[in-house]
């Protein structure tokens, strides 16, 4: 079932990415002559885009930056302290995690980057348990990404 789902949400991603205007990827600041990059403008407009593209009798739930402070399971560093921009998971029941994303511009630092992926890898270990990760890059590439 993962597999199945995980092919169902990347079709609905593939959609939804399309389908995002390109006035999202950057935001005009007043009193500044060039548009920036806001990730949570990207992300809160692709979350919308992602929850019109996925089927009605999709079995996992879409949430944005779960807040995990507090949960009776989740106690331990560093996940306690990480907040994936999304989460495709069934919400209260820790054995139907599918998939935490992580989002950055194509102009993101390397150090963001890497904390972005730390907090993936940390998904996929217990208590957590998803299934996968994903990094989601959107926009322009930088010259400073050095892989």
């Not at 990730?39 to 009605?56: F, G, Q």
């Not at 009776?72 to 996940?79: N, V």
């Not at 495709?88 to 995690?97: D, L, P, Q, T």
Request: with cysteine; hydrophobic share 40%; proline share 7%.
């Amino acid at each position: 079932m993962p597999d199945r789902a995980l092919a169902v949400f990347l079709e609905a991603l593939k959609k939804a990415t399309r389908e995002v205007p390109q006035d999202y990827f950057q935001l005009p600041v007043a009193g500044k002559e060039a548009p920036i990059y806001r990730e949570r403008v990207y992300c809160y407009e692709l979350y919308h885009r992602l929850r019109v593209a996925l089927p009605a009798d999709f079995h996992y739930s879409l949430a944005g930056e779960v807040d995990k402070r507090g949960h009776p399971i989740i106690r331990t560093p560093p996940l306690n302290r990480r907040k994936p921009d999304f989460l495709v998971h069934s919400a209260g029941n820790m054995k139907r995690n599918l998939l935490a994303v992580e989002v950055k511009p194509g102009i993101a630092r390397s150090r963001d980057i890497k904390k972005d992926i730390e907090t993936l890898l940390s998904c996929l270990d217990q208590p957590a348990d998803y299934e996968y990760g994903m990094f989601l890059i959107y926009g322009g590439a930088s010259s400073r990404m050095a892989w």
